[in-house]
């Protein structure tokens, strides 16, 4: 009695995902359960820049004196360092190095510009930042800033401060205001 060995039962695949039906099944788990926790991105963080100064007393005495062409000083600190904010007739100077500056325009108004080099410079500083927009956002006549900041750097339109020093210098013209030097005469 011999028995012939038959062949050994053949074993049996599991059947893979295709790349296509992968996709198909996270789609729709997606649109049934939503993303998993490891799945969700971070959400972008927006910032409204210069909000902070805007309603700051001393923000404020800065801008009514940089206006009249008098001179006012405060100090702020960000990540443990002090910085001097300060305005002297016709400079707003951030840690001793002038970012806005005017110049005259006509009887009542001055020309707003930034001085690209040293705001390059401090681009880094959340301090810096917040006064750049709340500079821009004190000034209505100027309307919308085209200043913008992402990824700690600034730009002015499309192309960053950057590159506009290079070829246009350092000085930006913002826009003009109107200033209070000037006392305005009572007609009678």
Do not use: C, W
């Given at each position: 009695?011999?028995t ?33 926790v ?65 110049r ?85």
């Amino acid at each position: 009695m011999t028995t012939t060995p038959g062949k050994a039962p053949k074993k049996v695949k599991e059947k893979k995902q295709s790349p296509a039906e992968r996709l198909e099944a996270m789609r729709y788990n997606h649109m049934m359960y939503g993303p998993t926790v490891g799945e969700m991105r971070p959400a972008a963080k927006k910032s409204n820049y210069g909000s902070s100064y805007l309603t700051h007393p001393k923000f404020q005495g800065l801008m009514t004196a940089f206006k009249k062409g008098t001179a006012f000083k405060f100090e702020v600190t960000d990540k443990g360092k002090a910085y001097t904010i300060s305005t002297d007739e016709s400079h707003i100077s951030f840690d001793g190095k002038v970012i806005f500056y005017s110049r005259p325009l006509n009887k009542y108004e001055d020309n707003l510009l930034l001085d690209r080099a040293s705001a390059v410079q401090y681009q880094g500083t959340e301090a810096l930042v917040h006064l750049a927009f709340a500079v821009l956002r004190s000034f209505s006549e100027l309307g919308t800033p085209q200043l913008s900041y992402l990824q700690n750097q600034f730009y002015y339109g499309s192309e960053t401060l950057e590159t506009g020093i290079a070829e246009q210098g350092p000085n930006l013209l913002i826009g003009a205001y109107k200033h209070n030097k000037a006392p305005e005469k009572i007609k009678k």
